[in-house]
């Protein structure tokens, strides 16, 4: 089983950008999907994007389309997501998770087999 630590949270301005990373320990990264969520104050967790063992196929949650991009160096076991144009409402926890499929990290808010990291928080001021 993977372990995850995230990073790369912080304060920004409105229409800045960040990059998050996640770094996994353990055996065959690559046979895992991996994926982005995070959960602001109140809310409840909410998916944002999730990329494929190979790296290959990527899906997103509408409200982060095109301006958030998921991608991962199996080589470093790290999976990134680069987060542009942020906005005041894009504050919160992010997370990043390990599971079987992307089918079930887009569809599931979580399931038995999936490895939770411990959070980021980042911060958008207006």
């Known amino acids: 089983q993977v372990q995850l630590v995230e990073s790369g949270g912080g304060l920004v301005q409105a229409g800045g950008s960040l990059r998050l990373s996640c770094t996994a320990s353990?055996?065959?990264?690559?046979?895992?999907?991996m994926g982005w969520f995070r959960q602001a104050p109140g809310k409840e967790r909410q998916f944002l994007a999730t990329?494929?063992?190979?790296?290959?196929?990527?899906t997103y949650a509408a409200s982060v389309k095109g301006r958030f991009t998921i991608s991962r160096d199996n080589a470093k076991n790290t999976v990134y997501l680069q987060m542009n144009s942020l906005k005041p409402e894009d504050t919160a926890v992010y997370y990043c998770?390990?599971?079987?499929?992307?089918?079930?990290?887009?569809?599931?808010?979580?399931?038995?087999?999936?490895?939770w990291g411990q959070g980021t928080l980042v911060t958008v001021s207006s």
């Open positions: 990329v494929s063992g190979s790296g290959v196929t990527t």
């Open positions: 998770a390990a599971d079987s499929s992307i089918f079930f990290m887009s569809r599931e808010s979580n399931t038995a087999a999936r490895v």
């Open positions: 353990g055996r065959a990264f690559s046979n895992y999907a």
